[in-house]
């Protein structure tokens, strides 16, 4: 048996025509969206991520405001300039790029920005909201995840089992509390956890979100399951891939996302979706 591929460039340009379509029904009343990306120092991926997300907003029709700083901005700088945000009618979604320099608390910076314009889904009321089942933004790669269950039909998972590797409060938790929702058994392991491979063997949904080349291999997986890699790693040649196994659990897998083309585009996807809806909200 050979796994279905979750096309997640596919599904992704299938979002993004979605929120065009919203985002100039906005417009055209008035109220084009607009999102502020803030990247503090010159980290390379993040430079990367931001550029993404800046094309892909202005691509969906979307207004988008960029703002650099050097690594050596103050914190309380950076405080202010998102307070300032946070009162501009004109911004409804506000992203500060993680990682954020040594000296900043990222978990101060996340707290300052409007929960009506979290479009991220990491201040506590998101959080919050995610926990008790309330409306409220969520997580964009989690929510990409469940977007690409729905995609394959498996949008809800009463009798279904869930693992995920990985005990974040970016991707594994907000992941967890997904599955949880969708009425699936779930279990939040992590690289550690003892007889990880018997545990994920149960799993008839299993994501990968560690940051581990090769951490999911084929015995570890259950014949017929899904299998997403939230993984974004370098191999050895240098290559992108996640932390599954490619190869090899592809011939045990029933569905599995490929790294590159898989989540990586959806969360950017997901990311636009969560700004139109802010924009509708305010």
């Known amino acids: 048996m050979t796994a279905q591929r979750i096309d997640g460039k596919a599904l992704a340009a299938q979002v993004r025509a979605e929120v065009a379509v919203r985002a100039a029904a906005l417009t055209a009343a008035g109220r084009q969206p607009g999102l502020a990306v803030i990247l503090v120092g010159a980290n390379p991926a993040s430079q990367v991520y931001v550029r993404n997300k800046v094309a892909a907003c202005e691509q969906a029709g979307m207004r988008s405001i960029l703002e650099t700083y050097a690594a050596t901005l ?140 090769g951490l999911i291999t084929a015995d570890m997986v259950k014949p017929g399951a899904v299998v997403i890699d939230v993984g974004m790693n370098r191999n050895a040649e240098g290559a992108l891939c996640g932390d599954v196994d490619f190869g090899a659990v592809e011939q045990v897998a029933g569905w599995i996302t490929p790294v590159p083309g898989g989540v990586g585009p959806m969360t950017i996807a997901m990311l636009l979706a969560n700004t139109v809806q802010a924009c509708e909200q305010f």
């Open 74 to 213: 103050h914190e309380a700088d950076l405080l202010a300039r998102i307070h300032t945000l946070n009162q501009d009618e004109a911004v409804h979604g506000i992203l500060v790029q993680l990682p954020l320099p040594a000296h900043i608390d990222a978990h101060r910076v996340i707290e300052a920005i409007s929960p009506r314009k979290d479009v991220d889904g990491f201040h506590v009321s998101s959080a919050g909201a995610l926990m008790v089942g309330q409306p409220g933004f969520r997580p964009c790669t989690p929510l990409g995840c469940m977007r690409m269950l729905e995609h394959i039909g498996m949008g809800r998972l009463r009798g279904k089992h869930a693992v995920v590797v990985g005990r974040s409060n970016i991707v594994g938790k907000p992941m967890a509390m997904m599955l949880l929702a969708a009425d699936a058994t779930v279990t939040i392991a992590h690289s550690g956890t003892a007889d990880l491979a018997a545990i994920c063997r149960q799993a008839d949904v299993l994501v990968a979100a560690v940051g581990k080349v």
